[in-house]
């Protein structure tokens, strides 16, 4: 196929326009925040599963705290109560049996209030684990909020990247002849659509030339579209080919 310096030309930019849409189409579908949001959405679960256990654990011991204030409370009322028959008993085996539940009920109050005091350490500890837990998750839900947002930028910017590269290439598509357009099309469906020739090396692929290549496309007229030997992208020459 022969097509004029020019239009080969035209392929080089129209290659690096399709290179801008790939990147482009590949930053807005993952952008490079997605795999960490990810990554903070398991570990959120994570927390929130240790939280469950630490927030029934705090309520359980709410409960049993609970549960303990209101037997000091029964005792309480029934050493008020025996107090005042006490007062008024004339009967000395009613006030001794009294007296003996009085003694009774105070010990009983004791081992309450021992108990209430431990639940009541286990609960501040089991409060101030449960807060530490919502921290750690108030700080993975901010990460994460500030990440979406970043992904959500580098998304919107390359939708605005990719409709300009794909307008570019539009205008510039209309510019090359039918038949070198179709064969460029033909070739950058597998890979790399065309490419400039510098220092003997193939921009596409990064391969440097063999001298028989290199002599077959030296002997080639300017017109002529030469395909690299390797990756079979359209070569386009230059003062820099090093012919």
Do not use: F, W
């Not at 256990?53 to 049993?64: A, N, S």
């Not at 998750?137 to 992904?151: D, F, W």
């Not at 510019?175 to 950058?188: F, G, H, K, Q, T």
């Amino acid at each position: 196929m022969n097509a004029s310096p020019e239009d080969q030309r035209r392929l080089v930019d129209l290659a690096d326009l399709d290179a801008r849409i790939r990147q482009a189409e590949h930053a807005r579908r993952n952008p490079p925040q997605a795999a960490k949001v990810q990554e903070l959405l398991a570990h959120r679960q994570r927390l929130s599963q240790e939280l469950t256990i630490r927030l029934g654990l705090r309520d359980d011991l709410r409960t049993e705290l609970s549960r303990i204030e209101s037997d000091v409370a029964v005792v309480d009322a029934r050493s008020a109560r025996d107090a005042q028959r006490l007062a008024a008993s004339s009967n000395s085996k009613e006030a001794q049996g009294l007296e003996s539940e009085l003694a009774s009920l105070a010990r009983r109050k004791s081992d309450l209030e021992d108990a209430e005091l431990e639940v009541m350490e286990k609960l501040e500890q089991a409060e101030r684990a449960a807060t530490e837990q919502e921290q750690l998750i108030a700080q993975t839900n901010a990460e994460g909020a500030s990440l979406s947002a970043e992904a959500k930028r580098v998304v919107a910017e390359a939708d605005t990247a990719y409709d300009a590269a794909t307008r570019d290439r539009a205008a510039l598509a209309q510019n090359v002849p039918a038949a070198l357009m179709a064969m460029y099309e033909r070739i950058a469906a597998r890979g790399t659509g065309a490419a400039l020739l510098v220092a003997r090396t193939c921009e596409g692929c990064r391969m440097v030339l063999s001298g028989t290549d290199l002599n077959l496309i030296r002997q080639a007229s300017d017109d002529t579209v030469v395909t690299c030997p390797e990756c079979g992208c359209i070569l386009v020459r230059s003062g820099e080919s090093g012919l």
